[in-house]
């Protein structure tokens, strides 16, 4: 790769080097200091979409988590986990939500520190409608995945001009879409597409995969945690949860972004150790955080 791009080598379980330093916890600290956070996500079938994300960010450290959801899952989503609030959308047999759900969505979306959409979310109208609204007047962090990106890519229609820090966070099908270049072409040299493409954007893009790509169209930083025993469903919910509270704790999103690879990477890691890498489960991830935050924190502490 051109050295015109910075490279940060974000090292593996026995060594970390240039992480960004952890976002702080104040002895005087309420819920409010950690940002309430907005994850906007689920359809029907997709239930599970919803819940590992809203788990993710709040193993994330997010203060307040609410999940904005289509009504029809909302009670499947809410007995999954108290500690997360659930808003039901409405959505019209045309594809749009109803009035009183936008109208009801607005002030929670402007009252968000950081917002994500896309997991298991689907590709109705009003899906597209809420991507381009965000990505218009929201001022804070806003993290698109999945279905969100696969609205754009599809899209005949230009995003338009981003109010504030915009996180994109692909799989290599996803980028490939978003790209119009096939998987093989950008394995070519992975890491000037991403550059090449955060840049064009002017967005930060965390691509995922073996040695997960952060870029913000500068600076380029590698991932080294994970394996793959990751490499099943529901994992890439979780770390957009994970990542979208980072961002809601007020720390740069493309420092949020690194923390959040490697957390997601060495909870898979944790996991795996004990459970080997066949058995894992996108849900073991949210089991090993916990465990990962320690082991973050003693080693950036040691050094």
């Not at 659930?86 to 939500?97: D, I, W």
């Not at 380029?220 to 990751?230: E, L, P, Q, R, Y």
């Not at 979780?238 to 720390?251: D, W």
Request: hydrophobic residues 45%; charged residues 15%.
């Amino acid at each position: 790769m051109s050295n015109q791009f910075e490279r940060i080598f974000i090292m593996n379980l026995q060594r970390i080097s240039n992480l960004p330093p952890l976002p702080p916890r104040p002895v005087d600290s309420h819920k409010g200091t950690f940002g309430k956070v907005l994850v906007i996500a689920g359809s029907s079938g997709m239930s599970g979409a919803a819940c590992l994300s809203g788990m993710g960010a709040l193993r994330g450290g997010a203060g307040l988590v609410f999940l904005a959801v289509p009504q029809e899952i909302q009670s499947i989503v809410a007995t999954v986990n108290p500690c997360y609030l659930t808003l039901p959308l409405h959505v019209e047999p045309s594809g749009q939500l109803t009035g009183p759900s936008a109208k009801f969505l607005l002030p929670q979306i402007y009252d968000s520190a950081a917002i994500a959409i896309g997991p298991g979310l689907g590709k109705l109208p009003w899906v597209q409608m809420l991507i381009w609204k965000l990505y218009a007047e929201f001022e804070q962090p806003l993290i698109i995945d999945a279905d969100a990106l696969n609205v754009i890519a599809e899209s005949d229609q230009s995003l338009p001009a981003a109010a504030g820090p915009r996180i994109f966070t692909p799989h290599p099908g996803e980028f490939a879409r978003l790209t119009g270049k096939s998987i093989a072409q950008i394995g070519e040299d992975r890491e000037a597409a991403a550059v090449e493409y955060a840049r064009q954007q002017q967005i930060i893009l965390l691509l995922k995969g073996a040695d997960t790509l952060i870029t913000d169209g500068t600076s380029i930083a590698v991932n080294t945690t994970g394996n793959s025993g990751m490499s099943t469903g529901g994992t890439g919910d979780v770390l957009t949860g994970l990542l979208t509270a980072l961002c809601g704790q007020g720390i740069s999103p493309f420092a949020a972004a690194q923390l959040a690879a490697h957390l997601h990477g060495l909870a898979g890691d944790l996991a795996a150790e004990d459970l080997s890498q066949p058995a894992l489960i996108a849900s073991d991830l949210l089991d090993y955080l916990p465990d990962a935050w320690l082991q973050l924190q003693s080693q950036t502490e040691n050094e």
